[in-house]
T-cell receptor
Framework: EAQVTQNPRYLITVTGKKLTVTCSQN?????MSWYRQDPGLGLRQIYY???????DKGDVPEGYKVSRKEKRNFPLILESPSPNQTSLYFC????????????????FGNGTRLTVT | GENVEQHPSTLSVQEGDSAVIKCTYS??????FPWYKQELGKRPQLIID?????GEKKDQRIAVTLNKTAKHFSLHITETQPEDSAVYFC????????????FGTGTSLTVIP
């Protein structure tokens, strides 16, 4: 089944304790992206990657890191989490080259609800 | 970059009535406009999309219209049902930046039985 898999689904941690949220897709998509979702603010992009070893900042990158060593994986790293990073996080992927003009839609993972105390 | 605005932020309709959600975008180079439905606690899921070379697309009870000149697009849900209750997001894909998607802030739709 074509899917984007995020782990863990729920995570509670304390301020300053490094954590990684994993994301993997099995659709051979070139493009991957991380979003955070907060009430009233919609989906805000954190980082994205156009291909292996190519990453770039989104709208809210502060406090986050990413890496893209393999096409299928795009982990989100919080080196020193703070309470303002408590949020619902979604990983997504798509392939800009498939389909007609405009590429394919974004496929989302099931989300990771992070609480930082 | 692209800016997508979505209205209304909340919408309540009686079961069987129609619901319309509107979005505007700023970048005339955007060429792909998906709509996502997000049920409580779940991931956004694509329900319909439209590309810039098409003015309207319909899939059963849902339809999307696109006005490129005015730079706005709308989601229309007819004969609404309680299971249509969810948050709906519009998005625009900016062609110039490769594959960047820009989202509206969402509309919380409640269908009252």
């Amino acid at each position: 089944e074509a899917q984007v898999t995020q782990n863990p689904r729920y995570l509670i941690t304390v301020t300053g304790k490094k954590l990684t949220v994993t994301c993997s897709q099995n659709m051979n998509h070139e493009y991957m992206s991380w979003y955070r979702q907060d009430p009233g603010l919609g989906l805000r992009q954190i980082y994205y990657s156009m291909n292996v070893e190519v990453t770039d900042k989104g709208d809210v990158p502060e406090g986050y890191k990413v890496s893209r060593k393999e096409k299928r994986n795009f982990p989100l790293i919080l080196e020193s989490p703070s309470p303002n990073q408590t949020s619902l996080y979604f990983c997504a992927s798509s392939n800009p080259r498939t389909g007609r003009a405009g590429g394919s839609p974004l496929h989302f993972g099931n989300g990771t609800r992070l609480t930082v105390t | 970059g692209e800016n997508v605005e979505q209205h209304p932020s909340t919408l309540s309709v009686q079961e069987g009535d129609s619901a319309v959600i509107k979005c505007t975008y700023s970048d005339s180079a955007s060429n792909y406009f998906p709509w996502y439905k997000q049920e409580l606690g779940k991931r956004p899921q694509l329900i319909i999309d439209i590309r810039s070379n098409v003015g309207e697309k319909k899939d059963q009870r849902i339809a999307v219209t696109l006005n490129k000149t005015a730079k706005h697009f709308s989601l229309h849900i007819t004969e609404t049902q309680p299971e249509d209750s969810a948050v709906y997001f519009c998005a625009a894909r900016e062609a110039n930046t490769g594959n960047q998607f820009y989202f509206g802030t969402g509309t919380s739709l409640t269908v009252i039985p």
